[in-house]
């Protein structure tokens, strides 16, 4: 069935196995149940603190953000992802890692339009019902249990979005296919109001910038558009891409990471 496509995001009708905590997602926008959620969640990542663990976890969240994105641009509906449809789990992968996944009480889905002017209104429809009720609920409780502005979760969204949508138009079966992901993350990007987000700007209209692979000097990466808070963890670090670091330090562990292996004797 369809559904199963959306596994690869942790979206499934079924239980996890391995499950240590799972709380209903319609509960977390009391900070009682988010606090208790992300006290859970803070050990399992490592986070030093709530503003590593908040941030891992909106992180995650955006696996159904990107399972709405998938489904309406590759599947040709959309899916019911209201906050009372799903149970949030919290599960352990093996090798002391752990997942969030997210078990929807049942499949409910809604072919999109075939004319393209009745698709876009039914876009925005799918998009601004989702993002208001689902995601900046979320969103903004988990700032508060944080102690973070909330832009700064919102933030972490674009740099999950850019590579997967250039990961789907890559693996499309057809040139109509790479066309129509292009063009709903455009109108996410671009036609969605700012208050369905609760912000001044629309979080996924951000400009992209680049910086040179660590290793390949002829080769282009993608600079993180918000910091992730891995420093925040357990033996964490600013990642390459972090945008918090200077152009200088990136030189010096562009240098390091090219200087050529010693040879053995």
């Known amino acids: 069935m369809e559904f199963e496509a959306l596994h690869k995001f942790n979206?499934?009708?079924?239980?996890?196995?391995?499950?240590?905590?799972?709380v209903a997602a319609?509960?977390?926008?009391e900070r009682d149940a988010m606090e208790k959620l992300i006290d859970a969640y803070a050990p399992l990542v490592k986070a030093l603190d709530r503003v590593a663990a908040v941030s891992y976890f909106c992180n995650q969240f955006a696996n159904t953000?990107?399972?709405?994105?998938?489904?309406?641009?590759?599947?040709?509906?959309?899916?019911?992802?209201s906050l009372d449809r799903i149970t949030v789990q919290l599960f352990a992968v093996g090798?002391?890692?752990?997942g969030v996944a997210y078990k929807l009480d049942r499949?409910?889905?809604?072919?999109?339009?075939?004319?393209?002017?009745?698709?876009?209104?039914?876009?925005?429809?799918?998009y601004a019902i989702f993002y208001e009720n689902t995601v900046r609920r979320i969103y903004e409780s988990a700032a508060i249990v944080g102690g973070v502005d909330a832009g700064q979760l919102w933030g972490l969204l674009p740099t999950r979005f850019?590579?997967?949508?250039?990961?789907?138009?890559?693996?499309?079966?057809?040139?109509?296919?790479?066309?129509?992901?292009?063009?709903?993350?455009?109108?996410?990007?671009?036609?969605i109001p700012v208050a369905v987000f609760g912000r001044s700007k629309n979080p996924f209209d951000v400009?992209?910038?680049?910086?040179e692979d660590l290793k390949d000097p002829c080769k282009q990466i993608?600079?993180?558009?918000?910091?992730?808070?891995?420093?925040?963890?357990?033996?964490?670090?600013?990642?390459y891409t972090c945008p918090r670091i200077k152009e200088s330090e990136r030189e010096e562990r562009r240098i390091k990471a090219r200087e050529p292996e010693p040879v053995s004797t």
């Open 95 to 98: 090798d002391g890692k752990y």
């Open 207 to 211: 400009k992209i910038r680049w910086v």
């Open 26 to 29: 319609s509960r977390l926008v």
């Open 222 to 239: 993608r600079m993180k558009n918000v910091c992730c808070q891995y420093y925040r963890t357990e033996g964490g670090y600013y990642c």
């Open 65 to 81: 953000c990107l399972s709405l994105q998938y489904a309406v641009s590759l599947l040709g509906k959309s899916v019911d992802l």
């Open 107 to 126: 499949w409910a889905e809604e072919q999109a339009p075939k004319n393209e002017a009745e698709r876009q209104a039914w876009l925005e429809r799918v």
């Open 162 to 191: 850019n590579y997967m949508t250039e990961q789907w138009m890559l693996a499309a079966a057809s040139e109509e296919q790479r066309n129509r992901v292009s063009a709903d993350y455009a109108f996410l990007t671009r036609e």
């Open 11 to 22: 979206v499934s009708l079924d239980d996890k196995e391995h499950i240590v905590y799972s």
